[in-house]
C-alpha cells in the first residue's frame, strides 16, 4: 500500500515529500554561439547599424533581434536606423537563437557610444541677454536653457559640425530674447511683429517665444518646437543663409522658410533639412 501511495505521490506532485529531480521534466539545454552575433557599421546619427547572427551549435538557430537604449527597446530586426536621441549613448544589441528543443539562448552585443552625424568643425561661442520688458510667463533661465538643446541637438547645425558654447557675455553673436515693441530697435528691416537677424544679433521676438505664430498654431504644432525653429532659422540666417521656399507639396519645409507666415504646401519642420546641411 506505501508503494502504491508513493507512486501516486510522485505522479501527483502532493504528500509524501519533494519530487525527486529525476521526477521532473529535464530543462532543455541552450543553444551555443560558435561564432558570436555582431553589429556591423558606423555609430553615428544617420547611419544604419546591421546585425550578424552569429552562428549556433548544434545546427541551424532562429533568430531574433532587439536593439535597446539604456535598457529600453527602441527597435527590432536585422537593421536599425541611429536616431538622434541614440547620440552619447551605447546601443545594446540581443540576439536571441532558439531552436526546437532547446532553450531560447540570448546574447547582448554592445556598440560604441554613438556620434553625431559629423565631428565638431567649428565652435561658436555666444551670449544670451534681454531687451524691454518681457511680460508675464517669460522664463529668461528657461529661454537660455531650451535655446542651447536647440544647438546641442543631433537634428540641428551640430549636424553641420557647428557647435555652440553659451558664454556670460561676448562671443560671435548675441541671442536676444526681446520685447516685440523693442524689435524694429535692432534695424529698420525688423517688424514688431517677427523675430529678426541684424548683425551680430540674433533677435528672437517674445510674443512668438511665448505664443508661436497663427500660421503655425493653426497646424496643431507644439510651441516647443516653434521655438526650435525660430532659434534655428535666425540662427542659420547669422550662419550665412538666406530665406527658403517650399521644395514641392508635402516636403519637409526647410528650416530657413518663413514658417511663422505658412507652409505653402510643405510640412512643418523645426530641423535643418538634410539638403540645407549639405549646402557649403
Not at 177 to 193: K, N, T, Y
Request: with cysteine; net charge positive.
Amino acid at each position: 500500500m506505501r508503494r502504491l501511495l508513493t507512486v501516486l505521490a510522485l505522479a501527483l506532485g502532493l504528500g509524501l515529500g519533494a519530487v525527486p529531480a529525476t521526477a521532473r521534466a529535464a530543462e532543455p539545454p541552450p543553444l551555443v554561439p560558435v561564432s558570436p552575433p555582431s553589429v556591423d557599421g558606423v555609430a553615428r546619427y544617420g547611419r544604419t547599424l546591421v546585425a550578424a547572427p552569429g552562428s549556433w551549435a548544434p545546427g541551424a538557430a532562429r533568430v531574433r533581434y532587439e536593439w535597446r537604449r539604456e535598457g529600453t527597446p527602441v527597435g527590432t530586426g536585422r537593421r536599425y536606423a541611429v536616431q538622434p536621441a541614440d547620440v552619447g549613448h551605447r546601443l545594446t544589441l540581443v540576439v536571441t537563437a532558439s531552436a526546437p528543443g532547446y532553450a531560447d539562448t540570448p546574447v547582448q552585443v554592445a556598440t560604441p557610444r554613438i556620434k553625431h552625424r559629423v565631428d565638431v568643425r567649428r565652435t561658436v561661442r555666444y551670449s544670451v541677454r534681454v531687451k524691454g520688458r518681457l511680460g508675464p510667463g517669460a522664463d529668461v533661465a528657461a529661454f537660455r536653457r531650451l535655446a542651447q538643446e536647440t544647438y546641442d541637438d543631433a537634428r540641428g547645425w551640430r549636424a553641420k559640425g557647428v557647435r555652440f558654447v553659451q558664454v556670460r557675455r561676448g562671443g560671435a553673436f548675441t541671442l536676444w530674447l526681446s520685447e516685440a515693441s523693442r524689435v524694429p530697435g535692432f534695424s529698420s528691416v525688423c517688424s514688431a511683429q517677427w523675430s529678426c537677424r541684424v548683425g551680430r544679433n540674433v533677435v528672437i521676438n517674445v510674443e512668438r517665444w511665448q505664443h508661436a505664430s497663427p500660421a503655425w498654431n493653426r497646424l496643431g504644432r507644439s510651441l516647443r518646437d516653434y521655438r526650435h525653429m525660430v532659434v534655428n532659422h535666425e540662427t542659420g540666417h547669422w550662419l550665412g543663409r538666406g530665406h527658403a521656399s517650399c521644395p514641392r507639396a508635402g516636403a519637409l519645409a526647410p528650416v530657413m522658410m518663413q514658417q511663422s507666415k505658412g507652409l505653402h504646401g510643405c510640412r512643418a519642420n523645426p530641423w535643418p533639412t538634410p539638403r540645407e546641411l549639405r549646402r557649403r
